[in-house]
């Protein structure tokens, strides 16, 4: 029983470089979303999807993007690095939205940004 | 919005001592859930309780008990007997329900050191 899956546990990153972390759920929920942590700050929402085909901003969105092309699979995509992005990214998934489901987390992403 | 405070950053007690950490909420939603995540120090988010907002009911799960009082918007979380164990960081969140709103919203965790 995989979970939520992230990949890859660690990075490290030029300024100006792309890259995706990736996520993959196995458990068809529908709601899914990034976090990121830092220290002092708690967990911010990045992006979020009640499905697929449906993302939305959350608190932090600024230099990410996101699809959902498929209820399993949520990318996180950096454009342009920038060592602000320096943190340890989260993904997490529930069933549903919107019935207060707790959410299930991926062991995380820790990114650096040079 | 919503808002969760955790006003205490890092808290240190001896073993066997009984450790409470608070938490307070701020939400114009009558209907809302309230978690506990626990982070030890290998990082993953363990999901420890959620609480929705018409039960408030306190809960006890072996050393862990749960205090939730709509009057202060406080949803406090006591470990009793603390062990090394509980060495980690706790966050408090909270999560709307309605369409458009159901992030979940943390607080900026509080670091609990339990000294042997």
């Known amino acids: 029983n995989a979970g939520v899956t992230q990949t890859p546990k660690f990075q490290v990153l030029k300024t100006g470089q792309s890259m995706t972390l990736q996520c993959a759920q196995d458990m068809n929920h529908e709601y899914m979303s990034w976090y990121r942590q830092d220290p002092g700050m708690g967990l911010r929402l990045i992006h979020y999807s009640v499905g697929a085909g449906i993302t939305d901003q959350g608190e932090v969105p600024n230099g990410y993007n996101v699809s959902r092309s498929t209820t399993e699979d949520f990318p996180l995509r950096l454009l342009s690095a920038a060592p602000s992005q320096t943190s340890v990214y989260f993904c997490?998934?529930?069933?549903?939205?919107?019935?207060?489901?707790?959410?299930?987390f991926g062991s995380g992403t820790q990114l650096s940004v040079l | 919005a919503q808002k969760v405070t955790q006003a205490q950053t890092e808290i240190s007690v001896v073993e066997k001592e009984d450790v409470t950490l608070d938490c307070v909420y701020e939400t114009r939603d009558t209907t809302y859930y309230l978690f506990w995540y626990k982070q030890p120090p290998s990082g993953e988010l363990v999901f420890l309780i959620r609480r929705n907002s018409f039960d408030e009911q306190n809960e006890i799960s072996g050393r862990y008990s749960w205090n939730f009082q709509k009057s202060t918007s406080s949803f406090n979380f006591t470990i009793t007997a603390s062990q090394v164990v509980d060495s980690a960081v706790y966050f408090c969140a909270l999560r709307l329900t309605n369409f458009g709103n159901e992030k979940l919203t943390f607080g900026t965790g509080t670091r609990l050191t339990i000294i042997p």
């Open positions: 997490a998934s529930s069933y549903s939205a919107g019935k207060g489901e707790k959410l299930f």
